[in-house]
C-alpha cells in the first residue's frame, strides 16, 4: 500500500448505529487530519493531529470521535449521526505539523446517514 | 480571515481545448502558500502544485501550467491541449502560516470527447 488510505470507502449506518472510519498513511509523515466534503459546500477542516496528539478541533459535535493511536493511524469513530452528517469524509496526512505543509489526501469514506 | 473564490462553477470544453480555471484569494498573511488539487470521480485529492508568496515566476509541468499574480491575488490554472482524463473537480487552497487550509468552492471541468 502506498499513500494514504481509507477504509471503508462506502458506509450506510442508521441514526442510533456506532461505526469507525480508518485511515492509514504510508508516507512517514507526523500529522493526519480529517475532513468533511459535503454537496455544493467547501472542505471543511474537522480535526488536525501531529505526532498523536490533537491540535485542532474545530467546533466538530461530540458525536464524531477522532482517535489517533500512533502517527500512521487515524480513527473516526461515529455515533447517533444525523442525516445531515452523510458527505465524504477524507483523511489527509503531512510531513510535521507545520500548518504550511503540503497535505496528501486518502480516496474518502462516502457515508450516508439514513 | 482568509478566503479563496472560484468563480467558474463549471467549465465544459472539447477535448484538445486549451481552459483557464481562476483562483482569487484574500488574505492578509506576507507569507502564504497557494496550492492547487484535482478530484477525480474517484474522490482522492490529488496534489498538483504548492507555491509561497515570494515566488511569482509562472511555472509549467507537461500540459498544465500556473499563473500567480500578487498585484491581482489570483492564482490561475491552465491546462493546454486538454483530455477526456481531465475531467474532474479543482480546488485552489490556501494557507499562511499558524492557519488552517482554506479550500476554494471548487471548479468542476467536464472534456468532452
Known amino acids: 500500500e502506498t499513500g494514504v488510505t481509507q477504509t471503508p470507502r462506502h458506509l450506510v449506518m442508521g441514526m442510533t448505529n456506532k461505526k469507525s472510519l480508518k485511515c492509514e498513511q504510508h508516507l512517514g509523515h507526523n500529522a493526519m487530519y480529517w475532513y468533511k466534503q459535503s454537496a455544493k459546500k467547501p472542505l471543511e477542516l474537522m480535526f488536525v493531529?501531529?505526532?498523536?496528539?490533537?491540535?485542532e478541533n474545530n467546533s466538530v459535535p461530540s458525536r464524531f470521535s477522532p482517535e489517533c493511536p500512533n502517527s500512521s493511524h487515524l480513527f473516526l469513530h461515529l455515533h447517533t449521526l444525523q442525516p445531515e452528517d452523510s458527505a465524504l469524509y477524507l483523511c489527509?496526512?503531512?510531513?510535521?505539523?507545520?500548518?504550511?505543509?503540503?497535505?496528501?489526501f486518502g480516496p474518502g469514506t462516502r457515508l450516508t446517514v439514513l | 480571515a482568509q478566503k479563496v473564490t472560484q468563480a467558474q462553477t463549471e467549465i465544459s470544453v472539447v477535448e484538445k481545448e486549451d481552459v483557464t480555471l481562476d483562483c482569487v484569494y484574500e488574505?492578509?498573511?506576507?507569507?502564504?502558500?497557494l496550492f492547487w488539487y484535482k478530484q477525480p470521480p474517484s474522490g482522492e485529492l490529488v496534489f498538483l502544485i504548492r507555491r509561497n508568496s515570494f515566488d511569482e515566476q509562472n511555472e509549467i509541468s507537461g500540459r498544465y501550467s500556473w499563473n500567480f499574480q500578487k498585484s491581482t491575488s489570483s492564482f490561475n490554472f491552465t491546462i493546454t491541449a486538454s483530455q477526456v482524463v481531465d475531467s474532474a473537480v479543482y480546488f485552489c487552497?490556501?494557507?499562511?502560516?499558524?492557519?488552517?487550509?482554506?479550500f476554494g468552492p471548487g471548479t468542476r471541468l467536464s472534456v468532452l470527447p
Open positions: 488574505t492578509r498573511d506576507t507569507t502564504y502558500y
Open positions: 487552497a490556501l494557507i499562511g502560516y499558524g492557519q488552517n487550509f482554506v
Open positions: 493531529y501531529s505526532l498523536e496528539e490533537r491540535v
Open positions: 489527509a496526512s503531512s510531513q510535521g505539523g507545520a500548518s504550511t505543509d503540503t497535505q496528501y
